[in-house]
């Protein structure tokens, strides 16, 4: 069974930067696709960047576009978020979720996930 943990958050000045790790057991990642979600508090989850199995295919939320980046080596079966330019408007905890083959931006279309690190951008 495809078990996920995320890790690389923490405590950031606004301008700074962030990598996010996504790190898969259980299975090997090569046949799944990753998403990054965020969710702050009081607002509902929302879609950040997603790869697909291959790392071909990648898209961002227009929040985070030219800032974050998705990348992933399936030789560690792992799946990174560099996160730069951090905004306080990006505090959040984050998440990664798996679904098979392609990439979405969609929560409802991954059925694994990881217990989510947090991010705090604040000075």
């Known amino acids: 069974q495809l078990q996920l943990v995320e890790s690389g958050g923490g405590l950031v000045q606004p301008g700074g930067s962030l990598r996010l790790s996504c790190a898969a057991s259980?299975?090997?990642?090569?046949?799944?696709?990753i998403g990054w979600f965020r969710q702050a508090p009081g607002k509902e989850r929302e879609g950040v960047s997603c790869?697909?199995?291959?790392?071909?295919?990648?898209y961002y939320a227009d929040s985070v576009k030219d800032r974050f980046t998705i990348s992933r080596d399936n030789a560690k079966n792992a799946v990174y978020l560099q996160m730069n330019n951090l905004k306080p408007d990006d505090t959040a905890v984050y998440y990664c979720?798996?679904?098979?083959?392609?990439?979405?931006?969609?929560?409802?279309?991954?059925?694994?996930w990881g217990q989510g690190t947090q991010v705090t951008v604040s000075s």
């Open positions: 790869i697909n199995s291959s790392g071909g295919v990648t």
């Open positions: 259980g299975r090997t990642l090569e046949y799944y696709g």
């Open positions: 979720a798996a679904r098979l083959y392609y990439c979405s931006l969609a929560d409802s279309d991954h059925n694994t």
